[in-house]
T-cell receptor, first 114, second 112 residues
């Protein structure tokens, strides 16, 4: 079965640079979520989209923005990168119209800021 | 938001049952109890969820206390592959989807 695809899997950037992370949800899933997991930390919710509209917002820095496109893929844009942004970024998708709301996670993008 | 409390870590022998507890004394009547786990170097994955009744699926069982203030995830026969961090998460019954508040989970160690 198709899973959530994230690209790139690894990314190395320098401080003050920008980065774009991409997420391709499971086909027919209508909701996308972004999570950040710092070293030794638990995943923290950043932002979510339902049917291309932002539906919920967590602890996402103002330097970050995200959107969901007409084909339901999503991109997380990160500007003015800081050392503390080094983390694993997970994307998850779900089918809101389903009964269980299970979220399916991608393998993550490991961002290293030097 | 209602909070959950789990032990930091637990240990089990391979092929033995594991009972992972979760306390959620401030749970509201419409909160669903979800369990996710995160294997090393992987994204979290859904395990099971329930509202009031006990639930079983191919991965695990979920036992929910009658007053719903606690629940227990049961792995019937632990394998080495079950070594992971297990998260108990309360999800409000909402039509707008939900964000997972992972909190501090239980790190399960399975020994051969």
């Amino acid at each position: 079965a198709a899973g959530v695809i994230q690209s790139p899997r690894h990314l190395i950037k320098e401080k003050r640079e920008t980065a774009t992370l991409k997420c391709y949800p499971i086909p027919r899933h209508d909701t996308v979520y972004w999570y950040q997991q710092g070293p030794g930390q638990d995943p923290q919710f950043l932002i979510s989209f339902y049917e291309k509209m932002q539906s919920d917002k967590g602890s996402i820095p103002d330097r970050f923005s995200a959107q969901q496109f007409s084909d339901y893929h999503s991109e997380l844009n990160m500007s003015s990168l800081e050392l503390g942004d080094s983390a694993l970024y997970f994307c998850a998708s779900s089918l809101k119209k389903g009964l269980t709301y299970e979220q399916y996670f991608g393998p993550g993008t490991r961002l290293t800021v030097t | 938001d209602a909070k959950t409390t789990q032990p930091n870590s637990m240990e089990s022998n391979e092929e033995e049952p594991v009972h992972l507890p979760c306390n959620h004394s401030t749970i509201s009547g419409t909160d669903y109890i979800h369990w996710y786990r995160q294997l090393p170097s992987q994204g979290p994955e859904y395990v099971i969820h329930g509202l009031t009744s006990n639930v079983n699926n191919r991965m695990a069982s979920l036992a929910i206390a009658e007053d719903r203030k606690s629940s227990t995830l049961i792995l019937h026969r632990a394998t080495l592959r079950d070594a992971a961090v297990y998260y108990c998460i309360l999800i409000p019954n909402s039509n707008s989807g939900y964000a997972l508040n992972f909190g501090k989970g239980t790190s399960l160690l399975v020994t051969p």
